[in-house]
């Protein structure tokens, strides 16, 4: 009777591995991964990995290794992620990048920005990932960029003045949305920290705009 049971129990056995191997080889079109492609679909990169990650990012272990650094698919998650497994940049930039990148640039290169799923190999940006590093670097260029197309790294307080009031002065309709953002002075032109000054109250423009508003 233990015979007849072992063997009764062995082809229950092999027939759910049989059933599960043939639910696994169907493609999904909407599952993340292509167990019959043997891949993830086409959009995976950059973008349709990140809301998966973010959903269970144990998700990613079974094949990409218990500390995300390769796994059986021999594709670690730190080539990207400079910071970490989560994290695109050094965690202790926190929301700083802006401010912080320059000094790391510096200090390593471009090498891990100028990929082509981070900001781009030219650095001309990535949609849905990295943006380009000219949307705030105004002149020079991707790879040696200058912030403002005046004065330059070493300029002084005053020659920054009269670069950026020769600028406005060059083209009185000039657009200038390319100051007036996070990352620069700020979306109403108060400042922003670690980066541009206010434009208005406590800055050199007293009160109101600095230029005519936009329409």
Aim: charged content about 10%.
């Amino acid at each position: 009777m233990p015979q007849i049971t072992t063997k009764v129990l062995s082809f229950a056995v092999l027939g759910a591995l049989a059933l599960a191997l043939s639910g696994c080889g169907d493609a999904n079109p909407q599952a993340s991964f292509d167990p019959a492609a043997g891949k993830h679909p086409a959009n995976w990169l950059p973008s349709g990995h990140s809301a998966a990650a973010e959903e269970d990012i144990n998700g990613c272990v079974e094949c990409h290794g218990d500390a995300l650094d390769g796994g059986i698919a021999k594709v670690s998650c730190l080539t990207c992620h400079i910071g970490g497994a989560t994290s695109a940049h050094p965690v202790l930039w926190g929301g700083l990048a802006y401010a912080l990148h320059a000094g790391y640039v510096g200090t390593n290169g471009t090498a891990t920005c100028a990929t082509a799923l981070c900001h781009g190999t030219a650095l001309a940006g990535v949609a849905d990932s990295g943006p380009a590093c000219t949307d705030c670097h105004m002149a020079g260029t991707a790879q040696a960029p200058q912030i403002h197309q005046w004065g330059g790294v070493s300029a002084t307080t005053i020659q920054d003045i009269a670069g950026h009031k020769a600028y406005f002065q060059a083209a009185p309709s000039i657009s200038f949305t390319t100051c007036r953002n996070a990352a620069c002075h700020g979306t109403t032109l108060a400042g922003v920290f670690a980066s541009g000054p206010s434009c208005i109250k406590n800055g050199c423009h007293g009160s109101g705009n600095p230029v005519p508003a936009e329409n």
